[in-house]
């Protein structure tokens, strides 16, 4: 016995209500909210073969297999690799690039292993020219265009691929649903029974996703639930490099990011990602940090403009750091140092725009806002590492070995650091290491000296 019945979907976050509102009361935008069909099945359903709980000690650990996604760059922010059965969720803004890494990985990966690609946005025509401007090989990779979400679902069954490819989720179209395409409601439904071949049949399924206006995953925690990996794809139009970030992780780590840039032919991986994000040149408002994102630390400069102001209020703008956490650096500095910045406009930014969430660039922050006021270029071939906090301390880093380990890599020669406390002897014969304790030490030794 089933039954039809009405329920009110926003189209923004998801969220589900009885009756109709102008604004949703979860996310409170206006106007998104859209009725839609839903099948009420039976609530007593004949359960069959159900599974019984075991113990903890009866179950066999075995590891987990993975084969190459054709880049470097994209296996370390997979955690080393595509895990067979797991369902990876691509973002990014519309000609970000998504469509172009994921068809340059499935040649790669179709060399090995059995890929489907799947295009419900584009026609075979279309695919065939970019894929001709890639210049890429393949052995077998079969595409497959298509938006009836019911023929895509017996294509993967029928081809049993190693990796099937969706581009993209919000283009399918599930006709048993009444909803439009790219709806919540189909997105959701459309990605649960994709979800449940993939496991089924231990396929690997790549799903791309488009993002909404406010930079979230169209269907923002719809779809993340159901997925093991999701990956954002950064970059603006500007620059050339993009940036393939871990959000979510079942099988690795998160917030691992491979870097890339955007040629002619394709995308190409950047091995050395402190090569883009610094300069040799020493100048005043400019020094070099060492962050961490994921497991992997690298440089990045960090810019200061300091200036006096022409306003009632002076003004605070960031690129790539956080506004507040600026604040509180030129606080921390007034209040330590003596130095009152109220009557300056300040501007900071970091290298390339590059997004730093480090605590540990405070240092670097600090010490780029006292050389561009001073007008005195910093210690020259120098690092700064340290957290600042309220009390003016230089607080010690996380991975600070690594980021000692990184420098000196680079040709690096001094590096400021909090007080230590663990042994890096090693590590003092290849890079000269000043301790502080407080931003008053890390002032005098690195500008006023």
């Known amino acids: 016995m089933s039954s039809k019945l009405s329920t009110f979907i926003c189209q923004n976050c998801g969220s589900e209500t009885s009756q109709y509102f102008g604004r949703c009361l979860n996310c409170n935008s206006w106007n998104t909210i859209v009725e839609e069909i839903k099948s009420k099945r039976d609530k007593y359903q004949e359960i069959k073969n159900s599974k019984k709980s075991i113990p903890f000690n009866e179950i066999s650990s075995k590891e987990i297999s993975r084969f190459t996604s054709g880049f470097k760059e994209f296996n370390r922010v997979l955690g080393g690799g595509i895990v067979p059965g797991s369902v990876i969720l691509l973002g990014g ?7 172009t890494i ?23 025509e279309q695919v065939k020219i970019r894929w001709e401007r890639l210049n890429q090989n393949s052995i077998d990779l079969k595409i497959f265009a298509e938006t009836n979400f019911a023929l895509i679902i017996e294509e993967i069954k029928r081809e049993n691929p190693s990796l099937a490819i969706i581009d993209s989720i919000q ?38 996703g488009h993002v909404t206006k406010d930079g979230a995953l169209a269907g923002p925690k719809t779809l993340e639930h159901l997925v093991d990996v999701v990956l954002n794809f ?147 071939s120098s690092s700064f590492i340290g957290e600042l ?8 880093s996380k991975n600070l070995r690594t980021k000692i380990e990184e420098a000196a890599r680079l040709g690096i020669k001094n590096i400021v650091v909090p007080k230590l406390e663990e042994d890096l002897n090693n590590l003092k014969n290849s890079i000269n290491i000043k301790e502080v304790a407080n931003i008053k030490e890390a002032f005098y030794f690195s500008i006023s000296q």
Do not use: W
């Not at 906090?389 to 010690?396: N, P």
């Open 389 to 396: 906090g309220l009390s003016g301390q230089v607080r010690k």
């Open 234 to 380: 950064e970059g603006d139009n500007i620059s050339s490099h993009r940036l393939l970030r871990s959000i979510k992780n079942r099988f690795g780590s998160t917030f691992e990011i491979g870097i890339f840039e955007m040629l002619e032919e394709g995308l190409r991986e950047i091995k050395n990602p402190s090569s883009i994000f610094t300069s040799k040149e020493n100048i005043s408002g400019v020094t070099t940090t060492i962050t961490n994102e994921g497991s992997r630390p690298f440089a990045v400069d960090i810019q200061a403009l300091v200036n006096k102001t022409f306003y009632s209020n002076s003004r605070r703008t960031t690129t790539g750091i956080s506004i507040n956490r600026l604040h509180q650096i030129l606080a921390v500095i007034e209040k330590h140092l003596g130095i009152k910045l109220s009557e300056f406009d300040c501007y900071v930014a970091t290298g390339g725009g590059f997004e730093i969430n480090d605590p540990s660039s405070d240092l670097g922050v600090a010490i780029s806002i006292l050389s561009s006021l001073k007008n005195i270029p910093p210690l020259a």
């Open 102 to 124: 994921v068809l340059q990985s499935a040649g790669k990966i179709s060399l090995n292993e059995k890929v489907l690609y799947v295009t419900a946005e584009e026609s075979l």
């Open 93 to 99: 803004e519309p000609g970000i690039g998504k469509s």
């Open 171 to 208: 283009a399918i179209h599930n006709h048993e649903m009444e909803s439009s395409p790219g709806s919540v409601s189909q997105v959701r439904a459309c990605s649960s029974e994709l979800q449940n071949v993939a496991k089924d049949k231990n396929i690997a399924l790549l799903i791309i």
